[in-house]
């Protein structure tokens, strides 16, 4: 496609800046996370929704498909979980593709004391602490093996025997990684608004530190996690349009791991 200054309809493949929505660099402080092994599928974004989706066995091997961005994760779905747009697929469903994703088992009208309740995987909610949320995240090329290390930086909101036990060291034990969806503080970056680390290898913890005079981090563990020899770039959550991927990720929210490893809700 040629090259036109300034014209978004026209970027195309061009490297080129993008007038009207410019990216910028920081990171939010709230991400969500999840285990590698807990992804069950994942659905492909598609403009023209013609696309298929993804099985996943235990965050294994990916079937090959045909689609316009492989990048593109219109949705993540953990063990345990249903795809609402094939469940209503045959109902007056007036949303359309708009539904979340939800637990199979779970959710209001489910006792959180029954086995049933706690049947599905979970989302895992960060909130960084730290002066820079997520500093030093970042992306790099190793020209020798054709792929991408990606790194993730965070420190702990929190401290503490009780928050080591139930976080940090199921954190740093999992070698089967991680899988964490940022958000970028630019909320008109079309599709990089929401990036995907892990989902290809998974991050794996690499360095973990607790310095406790560290006023910077309030005293509270660093920690990095690595994932290593991922085929793609940049991959981020995407549906179209800003507000329906934060719906997305929101939903995500709603099933999330609270203190007591139960459903937060």
């Not at 895992?124 to 949320?133: F, H, L, M, N, V």
């Not at 740093?172 to 630019?186: I, P």
């Not at 990095?224 to 939903?251: I, K, V």
């Amino acid at each position: 496609m040629a090259y036109t200054p300034c014209d978004s309809s026209q970027i195309g493949m061009n490297a080129q800046k993008n007038c009207l929505f410019p990216a910028y660099a920081g990171l939010q402080t709230l991400a969500i996370m999840c285990r590698w092994e807990d992804v069950n599928r994942i659905i492909y974004y598609h403009e023209h929704e013609e696309g298929d989706e993804n099985d996943y066995s235990g965050g294994g091997e990916q079937e090959a498909v045909t689609m316009q961005n492989k990048n593109r994760i219109k949705r993540i779905l953990l063990k345990g979980w249903v795809n609402k747009d094939e469940e209503d697929e045959e109902s007056d469903n007036k949303q359309g593709d708009q539904l979340p994703s939800e637990p199979t088992h779970g959710g209001e009208d489910a006792d959180d004391d029954t086995e049933e309740a706690e049947s599905y995987a979970k989302w895992i909610a960060i909130e960084a602490g730290g002066a820079t949320p997520y500093a030093d995240t970042s992306e790099e090329y190793d020209a020798d093996s054709g792929t991408f290390t990606k790194t993730l930086t965070f420190t702990a909101p929190r401290a503490g025997a009780e928050f080591s036990s139930e976080f940090i060291e199921p954190l740093l034990r999992n070698k089967n990684g991680w899988v964490v969806v940022l958000q970028r503080k630019d909320k008109k970056g079309g599709d990089s608004a929401f990036p995907i680390l892990g989902l290809d290898n998974g991050l794996v913890a690499s360095e973990a530190s607790l310095n406790y005079t560290d006023g910077e981090n309030g005293g509270c563990y660093s920690f990095t996690l690595t994932e290593t020899y991922a085929p793609s770039a940049e991959m981020d959550l995407w549906w179209g349009n800003y507000h329906d991927t934060q719906n997305e990720f929101n939903s995500y929210l709603k099933y999330t791991i609270d203190d007591h490893g139960a459903a937060d809700e």
